[in-house]
């Protein structure tokens, strides 16, 4: 009896974990942050702008004028346009948390643009990426650990459509 009882969890626990893992491309973020290899993004930026740069400086409204109009209403954090193609998401303290990269001539520090394919995403930022799906889009997905960033690009029909860098603290 106790044997067949060892078995019988034996092979039940088997066949969670396989499954578990047949539907990890639809666990969230902080899952896949956990498990992936850390890549190095410290030069990623956006027009020189870093995560954690002080959104509502001297040097943020002349570069892009005062903003004020919020470009969605979100609970925990502020959106505001940049600029057309380039929407940023600022925490409770003014901190840039969230680049969203729309705009097809703004290229990541190692040059990957909207309308790259997949394999070329992998060809220059390696192997040490996760996928995941979210909202019809495939996500492949760099974690800094270091830096507590990630950097995510959305890809429909295999291509990119827009990329995401991240405080991995972001939802």
């Known amino acids: 009896m106790g044997r067949n009882l060892i078995i019988f969890i034996t092979v039940i626990g088997t066949m969670l974990i396989v499954f578990a893992f047949s539907l990890n491309h639809t666990f969230p973020r902080s899952f896949h942050h956990t498990f992936t290899e850390t890549t190095d993004l410290s030069n990623e930026n956006i027009e020189g702008l870093f995560l954690n740069n002080e959104f ?10 005062k903003k004020t109009e919020k470009s969605r209403d979100v609970t925990d954090y502020d959106y505001f346009e940049l600029k057309k ?8 303290t003014g901190q840039i948390t969230r ?8 290229g990541t520090a190692k040059g990957i643009k909207i ?23 495939d996500i492949i997905g760099y974690v800094d650990k270091k830096r507590e960033t990630s950097l995510e690009f959305w890809l429909f029909e295999d291509k990119v459509k827009f990329y995401k860098l991240d405080n991995t603290s972001m939802k």
């Not at 193609?85 to 409770?92: L, M, R, S």
């Open 85 to 92: 193609g380039i929407e940023v998401a600022v925490n409770k």
């Open 56 to 65: 509502y400086s001297e040097e943020m409204s002349q570069k892009y004028g």
């Open 99 to 106: 680049f969203i990269v729309t705009d097809g001539d703004l």
């Open 115 to 137: 309308g790259n394919e997949k394999k070329d995403i992998i060809k220059v930022y390696r192997d040490k990426y996760y996928f995941r799906s979210e909202q019809g889009a």
